[in-house]
Protein backbone atom coordinates (compact mmCIF):
# COMPACT_ATOMS: atom_id res chain seq x y z
CA UNK A 1 0.00 0.00 0.00
CA UNK A 2 1.13 3.98 -0.35
CA UNK A 3 1.55 5.71 2.84
CA UNK A 4 -1.55 7.32 1.77
CA UNK A 5 -3.74 4.80 1.78
CA UNK A 6 -2.68 3.52 5.27
CA UNK A 7 -6.30 3.04 7.53
CA UNK A 8 -7.09 5.84 10.17
CA UNK A 9 -4.66 5.22 13.28
CA UNK A 10 -7.50 5.73 15.72
CA UNK A 11 -5.66 9.16 17.29
CA UNK A 12 -8.47 11.89 18.27
CA UNK A 13 -9.23 15.08 16.74
CA UNK A 14 -10.28 16.27 13.14
CA UNK A 15 -8.41 13.34 11.31
CA UNK A 16 -9.99 12.59 8.14
CA UNK A 17 -11.85 9.42 8.37
CA UNK A 18 -10.83 6.01 6.23
CA UNK A 19 -13.04 7.37 3.25
CA UNK A 20 -11.16 10.44 2.75
CA UNK A 21 -7.45 11.44 1.85
CA UNK A 22 -5.23 12.99 3.45
CA UNK A 23 -3.95 15.68 1.15
CA UNK A 24 0.03 15.50 0.22
CA UNK A 25 1.75 19.08 1.08
CA UNK A 26 3.24 20.76 -1.96
CA UNK A 27 6.35 22.82 -1.16
CA UNK A 28 6.02 25.98 -2.86
CA UNK A 29 8.70 27.87 -5.07
CA UNK A 30 10.74 30.86 -3.92
CA UNK A 31 8.15 33.15 -5.99
CA UNK A 32 4.32 31.34 -5.04
CA UNK A 33 1.82 33.03 -2.67
CA UNK A 34 2.21 31.81 0.62
CA UNK A 35 -0.95 31.77 3.43
CA UNK A 36 -3.48 29.83 1.37
CA UNK A 37 -2.79 32.15 -2.09
CA UNK A 38 -3.58 30.08 -5.16
CA UNK A 39 -0.85 29.16 -7.39
CA UNK A 40 -1.08 28.83 -11.38
CA UNK A 41 -0.18 25.13 -12.25
CA UNK A 42 2.77 24.33 -14.58
CA UNK A 43 1.65 20.40 -14.86
CA UNK A 44 -2.17 20.33 -15.07
CA UNK A 45 -2.05 17.08 -15.84
CA UNK A 46 -1.52 16.25 -12.02
CA UNK A 47 -3.89 15.71 -9.11
CA UNK A 48 -1.91 19.13 -7.56
CA UNK A 49 -2.72 20.78 -10.45
CA UNK A 50 -5.98 20.15 -10.85
CA UNK A 51 -6.28 20.93 -7.38
CA UNK A 52 -4.55 24.19 -8.08
CA UNK A 53 -6.78 25.46 -10.80
CA UNK A 54 -9.86 25.43 -8.50
CA UNK A 55 -9.49 29.33 -7.46
CA UNK A 56 -12.83 29.20 -5.70
CA UNK A 57 -12.29 26.20 -3.43
CA UNK A 58 -10.48 26.68 -0.08
CA UNK A 59 -6.73 25.93 -0.46
CA UNK A 60 -6.93 22.08 0.92
CA UNK A 61 -2.76 22.63 2.20
CA UNK A 62 -4.21 25.33 4.16
CA UNK A 63 -7.34 22.85 5.33
CA UNK A 64 -5.39 20.36 6.20
CA UNK A 65 -2.26 22.18 8.32
CA UNK A 66 -4.96 23.41 10.21
CA UNK A 67 -6.27 20.45 10.99
CA UNK A 68 -3.23 19.11 11.80
CA UNK A 69 -2.35 22.05 13.97
CA UNK A 70 -5.38 21.76 15.97
CA UNK A 71 -5.18 18.40 16.45
CA UNK A 72 -1.57 18.63 18.08
CA UNK A 73 -2.95 21.26 20.27
CA UNK A 74 -5.41 18.69 21.53
CA UNK A 75 -3.18 15.60 21.33
CA UNK A 76 0.18 16.87 21.89
CA UNK A 77 1.53 13.66 23.25
CA UNK A 78 -0.24 10.96 20.59
CA UNK A 79 1.15 13.11 18.19
CA UNK A 80 4.55 12.66 18.97
CA UNK A 81 4.71 9.13 19.21
CA UNK A 82 2.60 9.12 15.90
CA UNK A 83 5.26 11.61 14.92
CA UNK A 84 8.46 9.12 15.66
CA UNK A 85 6.67 6.33 14.42
CA UNK A 86 6.35 7.64 11.41
CA UNK A 87 10.00 8.80 11.02
CA UNK A 88 10.60 5.11 12.06
CA UNK A 89 8.44 3.76 9.07
CA UNK A 90 9.68 6.24 6.62
CA UNK A 91 13.98 5.47 7.49
CA UNK A 92 13.48 1.82 7.29
CA UNK A 93 11.03 2.26 3.95
CA UNK A 94 14.10 4.26 2.84
CA UNK A 95 16.94 1.73 3.85
CA UNK A 96 14.82 -0.63 2.37
CA UNK A 97 14.71 0.61 -0.48
CA UNK A 98 18.73 1.92 -0.81
CA UNK A 99 19.72 -1.69 0.10
CA UNK A 100 17.25 -3.00 -2.93
CA UNK A 101 18.69 -0.84 -5.40
CA UNK A 102 22.29 -1.33 -4.64
CA UNK A 103 21.80 -4.82 -4.72
CA UNK A 104 20.18 -4.97 -7.45
CA UNK A 105 22.05 -5.72 -10.81
CA UNK A 106 19.15 -4.45 -13.51
CA UNK A 107 20.10 -1.80 -15.33
CA UNK A 108 19.01 2.36 -15.79
CA UNK A 109 16.57 1.17 -18.08
CA UNK A 110 14.78 -1.22 -16.08
CA UNK A 111 14.20 1.66 -13.72
CA UNK A 112 10.64 3.30 -13.19
CA UNK A 113 9.96 6.52 -15.15
CA UNK A 114 10.00 9.69 -13.84
CA UNK A 115 7.86 11.34 -16.16
CA UNK A 116 4.27 12.82 -15.16
CA UNK A 117 1.33 10.39 -16.21
CA UNK A 118 -3.00 11.45 -15.88
CA UNK A 119 -2.43 9.34 -12.66
CA UNK A 120 -0.69 8.32 -10.03
CA UNK A 121 1.16 5.46 -10.55
CA UNK A 122 1.93 2.43 -7.82
CA UNK A 123 5.67 2.18 -7.51
CA UNK A 124 6.72 -1.43 -7.86
CA UNK A 125 7.99 -2.71 -4.63
CA UNK A 126 11.13 -3.80 -5.05
CA UNK A 127 12.42 -7.43 -5.48
CA UNK A 128 14.82 -8.93 -2.48
CA UNK A 129 17.74 -10.31 -4.17
CA UNK A 130 18.71 -13.66 -2.53
CA UNK A 131 21.59 -14.35 -0.56
CA UNK A 132 23.88 -16.51 -2.65
CA UNK A 133 24.23 -19.93 -1.55
CA UNK A 134 27.71 -20.42 0.31
CA UNK A 135 29.57 -23.80 -1.23
CA UNK A 136 30.07 -26.19 1.66
CA UNK A 137 32.75 -29.01 1.52
CA UNK A 138 31.02 -32.50 -0.01
CA UNK A 139 33.28 -34.53 2.78
CA UNK A 140 33.57 -32.71 5.65
CA UNK A 141 36.64 -34.23 8.09
CA UNK A 142 35.58 -34.46 11.54
CA UNK A 143 37.88 -33.19 14.33
CA UNK A 144 40.49 -35.17 15.30
CA UNK A 145 40.73 -35.43 19.45
CA UNK A 146 43.42 -33.44 21.34
CA UNK A 147 46.32 -35.74 22.34
CA UNK A 148 48.60 -34.70 25.25
CA UNK A 149 51.05 -37.73 25.99
CA UNK A 150 54.61 -36.99 24.01
CA UNK A 151 57.63 -39.40 23.51
CA UNK A 152 58.97 -36.97 21.06
CA UNK A 153 61.70 -36.56 23.78
CA UNK A 154 62.29 -40.40 23.83
CA UNK A 155 62.44 -40.12 20.16
CA UNK A 156 65.19 -37.80 19.93
CA UNK A 157 67.74 -40.11 21.98
CA UNK A 158 70.83 -39.92 19.86
CA UNK A 159 71.36 -43.98 20.55
CA UNK A 160 68.83 -44.27 17.85
CA UNK A 161 70.35 -42.71 14.74
CA UNK A 162 68.33 -42.06 12.08
CA UNK A 163 65.02 -42.56 13.41
CA UNK A 164 62.14 -44.50 11.07
CA UNK A 165 59.19 -45.18 13.41
CA UNK A 166 54.94 -44.98 13.23
CA UNK A 167 52.67 -46.01 15.96
CA UNK A 168 48.79 -46.76 15.07
CA UNK A 169 45.71 -47.36 16.59
CA UNK A 170 44.81 -50.70 15.54
CA UNK A 171 41.10 -50.60 16.47
CA UNK A 172 40.39 -47.03 14.21
CA UNK A 173 43.39 -47.01 11.95
CA UNK A 174 44.61 -43.71 12.82
CA UNK A 175 48.27 -42.54 12.60
CA UNK A 176 49.04 -41.40 16.07
CA UNK A 177 53.03 -40.69 15.67
CA UNK A 178 55.24 -40.85 12.40
CA UNK A 179 59.01 -39.90 12.10
CA UNK A 180 59.80 -40.65 8.41
CA UNK A 181 57.10 -43.74 8.87
CA UNK A 182 56.55 -43.64 4.79
CA UNK A 183 60.46 -44.22 4.18
CA UNK A 184 61.46 -47.32 3.26
CA UNK A 185 64.25 -48.58 5.64
CA UNK A 186 66.62 -52.30 6.08
CA UNK A 187 64.14 -53.94 8.27
CA UNK A 188 66.86 -56.80 9.58
CA UNK A 189 65.08 -59.47 10.95
CA UNK A 190 61.48 -57.77 11.09
CA UNK A 191 61.46 -58.68 7.47
CA UNK A 192 60.69 -62.47 9.11
CA UNK A 193 57.20 -61.14 9.64
CA UNK A 194 56.80 -60.44 5.42
CA UNK A 195 57.93 -63.78 4.67
CA UNK A 196 55.70 -65.51 7.12
CA UNK A 197 52.93 -63.44 5.47
CA UNK A 198 54.05 -64.66 2.35
CA UNK A 199 54.95 -68.50 2.52
CA UNK A 200 51.00 -68.55 4.98
CA UNK A 201 49.46 -67.00 1.46
CA UNK A 202 51.79 -68.93 -1.37
CA UNK A 203 52.48 -72.22 0.31
CA UNK A 204 49.45 -72.08 2.58
CA UNK A 205 49.52 -72.78 6.59
CA UNK A 206 49.41 -76.98 5.85
CA UNK A 207 51.90 -77.39 3.56
CA UNK A 208 54.39 -79.43 4.56
CA UNK A 209 58.31 -79.90 2.76
CA UNK A 210 59.40 -83.51 1.21
CA UNK A 211 62.46 -84.87 0.88
CA UNK A 212 62.18 -87.91 -1.49
CA UNK A 213 64.20 -90.98 -3.21
CA UNK A 214 62.92 -92.18 -6.64
CA UNK A 215 64.42 -94.90 -8.82
CA UNK A 216 67.24 -94.08 -11.10
CA UNK A 217 67.39 -94.06 -14.84
CA UNK A 218 70.28 -97.76 -14.69
CA UNK A 219 69.66 -100.75 -12.57
CA UNK A 220 70.04 -100.05 -9.01
CA UNK A 221 70.25 -96.68 -9.21
CA UNK A 222 68.48 -94.60 -6.74
CA UNK A 223 68.35 -90.83 -6.75
CA UNK A 224 67.73 -88.69 -3.43
CA UNK A 225 65.74 -85.51 -4.28
CA UNK A 226 66.55 -82.17 -2.12
CA UNK A 227 62.90 -80.76 -1.50
CA UNK A 228 64.32 -77.72 0.62
CA UNK A 229 63.59 -78.78 4.00
CA UNK A 230 66.43 -77.38 5.89
CA UNK A 231 64.99 -78.91 9.12
CA UNK A 232 65.61 -83.16 7.78
CA UNK A 233 67.65 -84.14 10.87
CA UNK A 234 70.70 -86.50 10.95
CA UNK A 235 69.95 -87.88 14.40
CA UNK A 236 69.04 -91.42 14.76
CA UNK A 237 65.10 -92.07 15.73
CA UNK A 238 64.86 -90.85 19.72
CA UNK A 239 66.82 -88.16 19.39
CA UNK A 240 65.74 -84.65 18.39
CA UNK A 241 67.71 -81.89 17.06
CA UNK A 242 67.24 -78.14 17.60
CA UNK A 243 64.00 -78.29 15.20
CA UNK A 244 61.35 -80.32 17.46
CA UNK A 245 59.48 -83.12 15.24
CA UNK A 246 61.73 -82.71 12.32
CA UNK A 247 61.79 -85.64 9.93
CA UNK A 248 64.91 -88.32 9.95
CA UNK A 249 67.16 -88.85 7.61
CA UNK A 250 67.55 -92.19 8.95
CA UNK A 251 64.00 -93.01 8.04
CA UNK A 252 63.98 -91.88 4.52
CA UNK A 253 67.18 -94.14 4.17
CA UNK A 254 65.24 -97.16 5.80
CA UNK A 255 62.29 -96.80 3.05
CA UNK A 256 64.53 -96.88 0.52
CA UNK A 257 66.05 -99.97 1.71
CA UNK A 258 62.78 -101.57 2.05
CA UNK A 259 61.33 -100.54 -1.37
CA UNK A 260 64.59 -101.94 -3.40
CA UNK A 261 63.16 -105.03 -2.25
CA UNK A 262 66.72 -106.96 -1.44
CA UNK A 263 67.61 -105.63 -4.73
CA UNK A 264 71.65 -103.84 -3.58
CA UNK A 265 71.73 -99.96 -4.78
CA UNK A 266 74.36 -99.84 -7.26
CA UNK A 267 74.98 -95.75 -7.08
CA UNK A 268 73.46 -92.43 -5.91
CA UNK A 269 72.99 -89.47 -7.76
CA UNK A 270 71.92 -86.45 -5.65
CA UNK A 271 69.56 -83.94 -7.54
CA UNK A 272 69.38 -80.46 -5.44
CA UNK A 273 68.11 -78.32 -8.74
CA UNK A 274 65.70 -76.82 -6.55
CA UNK A 275 67.46 -74.31 -5.84
CA UNK A 276 69.43 -72.60 -8.14
CA UNK A 277 71.80 -69.32 -7.98
CA UNK A 278 74.70 -68.58 -5.80
CA UNK A 279 74.50 -70.29 -2.26
CA UNK A 280 75.13 -67.18 -0.28
CA UNK A 281 73.47 -63.68 -0.59
CA UNK A 282 76.28 -61.40 -1.39
CA UNK A 283 75.67 -59.10 1.00
CA UNK A 284 75.52 -60.99 3.85
CA UNK A 285 78.50 -61.22 5.73
CA UNK A 286 79.83 -64.48 5.67
CA UNK A 287 82.71 -64.86 8.20
CA UNK A 288 80.16 -63.28 10.81
CA UNK A 289 77.10 -65.06 10.13
CA UNK A 290 78.06 -68.20 9.15
CA UNK A 291 81.39 -68.88 11.05
CA UNK A 292 81.13 -66.42 14.22
CA UNK A 293 77.58 -66.59 14.82
CA UNK A 294 76.67 -69.51 13.38
CA UNK A 295 73.22 -68.07 12.28
CA UNK A 296 72.86 -69.12 8.66
CA UNK A 297 73.91 -72.13 6.29
CA UNK A 298 74.96 -72.01 2.70
CA UNK A 299 70.92 -71.92 0.81
CA UNK A 300 70.61 -75.30 -0.70
CA UNK A 301 68.22 -77.97 -1.23
CA UNK A 302 69.40 -80.29 1.04
CA UNK A 303 70.67 -80.32 4.02
CA UNK A 304 70.31 -81.98 7.56
CA UNK A 305 69.98 -79.53 11.16
CA UNK A 306 69.80 -76.10 8.97
CA UNK A 307 73.82 -77.71 8.16
CA UNK A 308 75.01 -76.97 12.17
CA UNK A 309 77.73 -78.44 13.50
CA UNK A 310 76.15 -78.75 16.62
CA UNK A 311 71.92 -80.32 15.25
CA UNK A 312 70.92 -79.21 19.12
CA UNK A 313 72.11 -75.74 19.33
CA UNK A 314 70.20 -72.77 18.27
CA UNK A 315 73.57 -71.00 16.55
CA UNK A 316 76.33 -73.10 15.80
CA UNK A 317 79.00 -72.93 12.94
CA UNK A 318 77.75 -74.31 9.77
CA UNK A 319 79.95 -75.88 6.89
CA UNK A 320 80.79 -75.17 3.28
CA UNK A 321 79.51 -78.58 2.24
CA UNK A 322 75.72 -79.01 3.49
CA UNK A 323 74.91 -81.33 0.56
CA UNK A 324 77.95 -83.37 1.35
CA UNK A 325 77.04 -83.60 5.01
CA UNK A 326 73.52 -84.53 4.07
CA UNK A 327 74.26 -87.32 1.51
CA UNK A 328 77.13 -88.65 3.87
CA UNK A 329 74.32 -89.72 7.49
CA UNK A 330 72.29 -90.46 4.03
CA UNK A 331 74.90 -93.43 2.97
CA UNK A 332 75.61 -93.95 6.66
CA UNK A 333 71.89 -95.14 6.98
CA UNK A 334 71.67 -97.10 3.61
CA UNK A 335 74.75 -99.04 4.82
CA UNK A 336 76.46 -98.63 1.86
CA UNK A 337 79.43 -96.86 0.02
CA UNK A 338 78.85 -96.91 -3.28
CA UNK A 339 79.85 -94.00 -5.72
CA UNK A 340 77.64 -90.58 -5.53
CA UNK A 341 76.96 -88.21 -8.38
CA UNK A 342 75.10 -85.14 -8.84
CA UNK A 343 72.14 -85.15 -10.96
CA UNK A 344 68.33 -84.52 -11.37
CA UNK A 345 65.61 -87.09 -11.53
CA UNK A 346 64.38 -88.78 -14.35
CA UNK A 347 61.07 -87.22 -15.58
CA UNK A 348 57.99 -88.78 -14.06
CA UNK A 349 60.17 -91.12 -11.49
CA UNK A 350 57.86 -92.19 -8.66
CA UNK A 351 59.43 -91.71 -5.22
CA UNK A 352 60.12 -94.54 -3.40
CA UNK A 353 60.34 -93.09 -0.39
CA UNK A 354 59.32 -89.75 1.59
CA UNK A 355 59.50 -88.15 4.37
CA UNK A 356 57.91 -84.44 5.20
CA UNK A 357 58.44 -81.21 7.37
CA UNK A 358 56.49 -79.85 10.21
CA UNK A 359 53.80 -77.43 8.59
CA UNK A 360 54.40 -73.97 7.39
CA UNK A 361 52.58 -73.02 10.84
CA UNK A 362 55.42 -74.85 13.12
CA UNK A 363 58.53 -73.74 10.58
CA UNK A 364 57.21 -69.96 11.23
CA UNK A 365 56.20 -70.35 14.91
CA UNK A 366 60.01 -71.68 15.45
CA UNK A 367 61.50 -69.18 13.40
CA UNK A 368 59.72 -66.14 14.69
CA UNK A 369 60.48 -67.19 18.25
CA UNK A 370 64.24 -67.63 17.68
CA UNK A 371 64.44 -65.47 14.72
CA UNK A 372 65.97 -68.79 12.43
CA UNK A 373 67.33 -67.61 9.42
CA UNK A 374 67.85 -70.70 7.30
CA UNK A 375 64.45 -71.46 7.75
CA UNK A 376 62.97 -68.11 5.90
CA UNK A 377 65.44 -68.56 3.71
CA UNK A 378 63.57 -71.84 2.63
CA UNK A 379 60.38 -70.46 2.67
CA UNK A 380 60.75 -67.23 0.86
CA UNK A 381 62.64 -69.60 -1.92
CA UNK A 382 60.13 -72.26 -1.94
CA UNK A 383 57.41 -69.20 -2.09
CA UNK A 384 59.46 -67.77 -5.39
CA UNK A 385 59.17 -70.60 -7.25
CA UNK A 386 55.58 -71.70 -6.40
CA UNK A 387 54.75 -67.98 -7.83
CA UNK A 388 56.41 -68.81 -11.18
CA UNK A 389 59.35 -66.00 -9.90
CA UNK A 390 62.17 -67.92 -9.66
CA UNK A 391 64.52 -70.08 -7.52
CA UNK A 392 67.00 -67.95 -6.86
CA UNK A 393 67.92 -64.95 -4.06
CA UNK A 394 67.09 -62.61 -7.20
CA UNK A 395 64.02 -63.79 -7.58
CA UNK A 396 62.94 -63.39 -4.22
CA UNK A 397 61.15 -59.74 -4.54
CA UNK A 398 59.34 -60.51 -7.13
CA UNK A 399 57.78 -63.77 -5.38
CA UNK A 400 57.50 -62.35 -2.08
CA UNK A 401 56.08 -59.25 -3.09
CA UNK A 402 53.34 -61.67 -5.26
CA UNK A 403 52.64 -63.27 -2.22
CA UNK A 404 51.77 -59.71 -0.06
CA UNK A 405 49.72 -58.45 -2.58
CA UNK A 406 46.39 -60.38 -1.68
CA UNK A 407 46.87 -58.61 1.79
CA UNK A 408 45.62 -55.32 0.38
CA UNK A 409 48.44 -53.27 1.33
CA UNK A 410 50.39 -50.97 -0.72
CA UNK A 411 53.26 -52.91 -1.18
CA UNK A 412 55.28 -49.93 -3.06
CA UNK A 413 58.67 -49.15 -1.71
CA UNK A 414 59.48 -52.70 -0.11
CA UNK A 415 62.23 -54.24 -1.91
CA UNK A 416 63.27 -58.32 -0.84
CA UNK A 417 66.76 -59.08 -1.13
CA UNK A 418 66.40 -62.43 1.20
CA UNK A 419 64.08 -64.04 3.42
CA UNK A 420 65.82 -63.74 6.53
CA UNK A 421 66.23 -59.86 6.67
CA UNK A 422 70.29 -59.81 6.78
CA UNK A 423 70.77 -57.65 3.74
CA UNK A 424 70.97 -54.39 4.39
CA UNK A 425 69.28 -54.19 0.88
CA UNK A 426 66.26 -54.98 1.94
CA UNK A 427 63.82 -52.06 2.03
CA UNK A 428 60.65 -51.51 3.77
CA UNK A 429 58.35 -48.89 5.51
CA UNK A 430 57.53 -48.72 8.78
CA UNK A 431 53.83 -47.66 7.19
CA UNK A 432 53.50 -51.20 6.02
CA UNK A 433 54.43 -53.24 8.92
CA UNK A 434 51.74 -50.99 11.19
CA UNK A 435 48.80 -51.76 8.96
CA UNK A 436 50.11 -56.07 8.69
CA UNK A 437 50.12 -56.07 11.99
CA UNK A 438 46.55 -55.19 12.47
CA UNK A 439 45.83 -57.99 10.49
CA UNK A 440 48.24 -60.63 12.81
CA UNK A 441 46.51 -59.11 15.44
CA UNK A 442 43.19 -59.65 14.19
CA UNK A 443 44.72 -63.18 12.97
CA UNK A 444 43.74 -62.70 9.16
CA UNK A 445 44.32 -65.48 6.67
CA UNK A 446 45.49 -67.81 9.50
CA UNK A 447 48.36 -65.09 10.38
CA UNK A 448 47.67 -65.73 14.07
CA UNK A 449 50.34 -68.03 13.58
CA UNK A 450 52.98 -64.89 12.94
CA UNK A 451 50.82 -63.52 16.14
CA UNK A 452 51.62 -66.70 18.56
CA UNK A 453 55.34 -66.53 17.03
CA UNK A 454 55.87 -63.08 18.76
CA UNK A 455 58.43 -62.62 21.30
CA UNK A 456 57.18 -61.24 24.38
CA UNK A 457 58.42 -57.95 26.06
CA UNK A 458 60.57 -59.17 29.21
CA UNK A 459 59.45 -62.83 28.84
CA UNK A 460 60.10 -64.65 25.84
CA UNK A 461 62.11 -65.48 22.77
CA UNK A 462 64.78 -62.54 21.35
CA UNK A 463 62.43 -60.07 23.87
CA UNK A 464 63.66 -62.08 27.01
CA UNK A 465 65.20 -60.64 29.91
CA UNK A 466 67.94 -62.61 29.52
CA UNK A 467 68.36 -60.91 26.34
CA UNK A 468 68.40 -57.65 28.18
CA UNK A 469 64.96 -56.19 27.01
CA UNK A 470 62.79 -54.61 28.90
CA UNK A 471 64.51 -54.56 32.03
CA UNK A 472 64.93 -51.78 34.65
CA UNK A 473 62.11 -48.85 34.38
CA UNK A 474 61.41 -50.01 31.33
CA UNK A 475 59.64 -53.58 32.78
CA UNK A 476 56.69 -51.24 33.30
CA UNK A 477 55.87 -52.42 29.68
CA UNK A 478 56.77 -56.07 30.61
CA UNK A 479 54.27 -58.99 28.84
CA UNK A 480 52.35 -55.80 26.83
CA UNK A 481 54.81 -55.87 23.99
CA UNK A 482 54.56 -58.98 20.96
CA UNK A 483 57.07 -57.65 18.59
CA UNK A 484 59.82 -58.93 16.02
CA UNK A 485 63.11 -57.76 16.52
CA UNK A 486 66.17 -57.50 14.22
CA UNK A 487 69.78 -56.49 13.90
CA UNK A 488 72.43 -55.97 11.64
CA UNK A 489 75.31 -53.89 10.97
CA UNK A 490 73.60 -50.43 10.02
CA UNK A 491 70.41 -50.86 11.95
CA UNK A 492 67.88 -51.86 15.28
CA UNK A 493 64.45 -52.83 15.16
CA UNK A 494 61.32 -53.56 16.39
CA UNK A 495 58.12 -53.76 15.19
CA UNK A 496 54.67 -55.41 16.56
CA UNK A 497 51.95 -55.16 19.05
CA UNK A 498 51.29 -53.06 22.07
CA UNK A 499 48.75 -53.98 24.35
CA UNK A 500 48.96 -50.34 25.90
CA UNK A 501 48.12 -49.34 29.53
CA UNK A 502 44.81 -47.59 28.43
CA UNK A 503 43.97 -51.10 26.50
CA UNK A 504 44.05 -49.52 23.20
CA UNK A 505 45.93 -51.75 21.13
CA UNK A 506 48.60 -50.09 19.39
CA UNK A 507 50.76 -51.17 16.32
CA UNK A 508 54.27 -49.93 15.73
CA UNK A 509 57.52 -50.16 14.18
CA UNK A 510 60.40 -48.85 15.20
CA UNK A 511 63.47 -48.56 13.17
CA UNK A 512 67.36 -47.23 14.27
CA UNK A 513 69.30 -46.86 11.43
CA UNK A 514 73.09 -45.63 10.74
CA UNK A 515 75.89 -46.35 12.84
CA UNK A 516 74.17 -47.14 15.70
CA UNK A 517 75.29 -49.67 18.64
CA UNK A 518 73.98 -52.26 20.73
CA UNK A 519 72.40 -49.46 23.45
CA UNK A 520 70.28 -48.94 20.54
CA UNK A 521 67.90 -51.62 21.51
CA UNK A 522 67.56 -50.19 25.11
CA UNK A 523 66.53 -46.96 23.48
CA UNK A 524 63.62 -49.20 21.20
CA UNK A 525 62.39 -50.15 24.68
CA UNK A 526 62.22 -46.88 26.49
CA UNK A 527 60.59 -45.10 23.19
CA UNK A 528 57.90 -48.12 22.87
CA UNK A 529 57.27 -48.46 26.67
CA UNK A 530 56.70 -44.42 26.68
CA UNK A 531 54.37 -45.52 23.94
CA UNK A 532 52.63 -48.57 25.80
CA UNK A 533 51.86 -45.73 28.57
CA UNK A 534 50.50 -42.93 26.36
CA UNK A 535 48.16 -45.33 24.88
CA UNK A 536 45.78 -43.47 22.43
CA UNK A 537 46.22 -40.38 24.01
CA UNK A 538 49.38 -40.24 22.46
CA UNK A 539 50.61 -37.07 20.48
CA UNK A 540 52.28 -36.46 17.18
CA UNK A 541 53.98 -33.41 18.54
Not at 91 to 106: D, H, K, R
Not at 277 to 305: C, F, H, K, M, N
Not at 334 to 344: D, I, Q
Amino acid sequence: MRESDQPDSGLPGDTPSAAESIPTPTVPSADAPVDGATAESTTPGTRSGRRASTATKPSPVAGAVGGVLSAIRRHPRAWIIAAASAGFVIVGAGTVALGATVGSSASAEGLPSASPSATTTKTPVPTKTAAPVRPVPANVTPASRMRTCSVAGLAQDSRLGNLEAQVVNAKTGEVLFDRNGSQPGPTASVLKTLTSAAALQVLGPDYRVSTTVVKGSAPGQIVLVGGGDVTLSRLPSGQESFYGGAPKIEDLANQAKQAMGGQPITSIVVDTSLFSGPVWQPSWDEQEERVVEGSTSYITALQVDGDRDNPTALESPRSTDPVGRAVQYFQQYLGTNVPVSEGTAPAGAQPIASVQSQPVTSLIDLAMKVSDNTIMEELARLVSIKTGAGNTFEAENAGVVAGLKPYGIDTAGIHIADGSGLSADNAVPPSYLTRLFIKVMNRENGLGVVYDGLPVSGQSGTLASSYGRFTGANSAARGAVHAKTGWIDNGYTLSGIVDSADGTPLTFAVFALGPVRDNAKQAIDTLVTGIYKCGDNLSNN
